[in-house]
């Protein structure tokens, strides 16, 4: 299927070694965070999610941190697998826009080496 | 338990005509969003619906309706298609409108204009 990756910022990552996506936001008012995986031809698929009166959150292999002073979120892969292969995606919603309204990042594409 | 279903997944238009997307949300999910996604980019919000009524809306054209069936069921409709309308179109459910709980998306429908 045609590549969502396109001209996208490129994360290189060998066999079992970790990854760590970034991810800036802008709004303030956010009050909820959630990444999301793409592969190829597909949706966007759930990875994990953190709120905004927290500043970590693991799941199973990855780790989201939100730092709320600098407005920055990150998601750790640990010991990235080729299956990891996708376009990462960070999501937020706006707590004052009235609906669940998710503004989306530019994404990442995470490459693993095997 | 199926996850959000799409169709069709592909679809060839003409510039001018209209076209109908359909989505059915996760059994018991009563929200469906629904989004673009331009090659390259992340998806951006176009319509919410929660029992049957809009809640929310981005920033797109008229030419862009959606409605929601009392089976919580969505069609999105665009009329006079443009070259720029082809894009991948993704629906999303999640099971109230204004809780901190994931989107999940479909897969998508790949619309290209001619």
């Known amino acids: 299927g045609e590549s969502v990756g396109l001209h996208l910022p490129t994360l290189s990552v060998q066999e079992g070694d970790n990854s760590i996506i970034n991810c800036a936001y802008s709004?303030?008012?956010?009050?909820?965070f959630i990444w999301y995986k793409q592969e190829s031809g597909k949706g966007p698929q759930f990875i994990i999610d953190i709120r905004s009166n927290m500043d970590k959150r693991q799941g199973q292999r990855v780790t989201v941190l939100l730092n709320k002073t600098v407005k920055h979120l990150s998601l750790q892969i640990a010991a990235t697998q080729p299956g990891d292969s996708a376009v990462y995606f960070c999501a937020e919603k706006d707590s004052g826009a009235g609906s669940y309204q998710l503004t989306f990042g530019k994404g990442t594409k995470l490459s693993v080496i095997p | 338990d199926a996850g959000v279903t799409q169709s069709p997944t592909h679809l060839i238009k003409t510039r001018g005509q209209q076209v109908t997307l359909r989505c059915s949300p996760i059994?018991?999910?009563?929200?469906v969003s629904w989004y673009q996604q331009v090659l390259g980019q992340g998806p951006q919000f176009i319509f919410q619906?929660?029992?049957?009524?809009?809640?929310g809306r981005g920033n797109f054209p008229d030419r862009f309706s959606a409605r929601q069936f009392p089976n919580y069921s969505s069609e999105l409709n665009v009329n006079a298609l443009l070259l720029g309308d082809s894009a991948l179109y993704l629906c999303?459910?999640?099971?109230?409108?204004?809780?901190?709980?994931?989107?999940?998306f479909g897969d998508g429908t790949r619309l290209s204009i001619l």
């Open positions: 999303a459910s999640s099971l109230v409108v204004y809780s901190n709980q994931p989107q999940h």
């Open positions: 619906y929660y029992e049957k009524e809009e809640r």
């Open positions: 709004n303030s008012a956010s009050d909820y």
């Open positions: 059994s018991g999910h009563k929200s």
